[in-house]
């Protein structure tokens, strides 16, 4: 499937300013993987504080990119609502970081899934910067129509 | 058997981080061992992934005990 441009993701995700955060989806096969793309820049509200002096992305928010990217699974080109009628809830995080993320840096976010119920999912999602894998986990998140 | 049934209960303790000996064959998931539907889709994933079989979503909701577990596991273990 075509990369998806932001104005397609908005379609598909509820989230905006400033909690959007994916910027692009460069891979998708539905139910079977999603690639996604968010650049981070020193332009970020959070940096103002996280921290004045030294910016790094809190983990947290490389969290929340994950599970937007992982909402994407669930995304049909054909049908644009695909996945906006659905709510997704967080049930269970466990997840690694392994080196900071800072201004500058783009991260590529990989999830493929574990197990996927009409109502649930389990995914696997790995994140990195450059060459470098900054956080990697799983992911387990129930679906309701 | 026996061996499935412990590994089992090793699988369900660490997912609801109780001690196994909490985890008695008949302590029910939901009432007893404060489980809630998605730490169950974690057990079935857990189970699929350590005996390398595929259990149907419809089995979910008989994941209510150790024992009950063991047997829908038994079903799909050669």
Redesign the interface.
Known sequence: MNPLNIEEIQKALPQRYPILMIDRVVELERNKKVVAIKNVTINESYFGGHFPEEPVMPGVLIIEAMAQASIMLFYSAEKENSVKEQSYYLGSVKVRFLNPVFPGDQLKITVTPVKVISSAAIVNAVAEAGNKEVAKGELTFSVKG | MQDIENEIRNIIAEIVEKDPSQITPEAKFFEDLGM????A??I??AI??KYKISIP?EK?MQLTSLKDTVAVANQYLK
């Open positions: 809630d539907s998605m730490m889709l974690e079935l994933a699929e992934k979503e979910l």
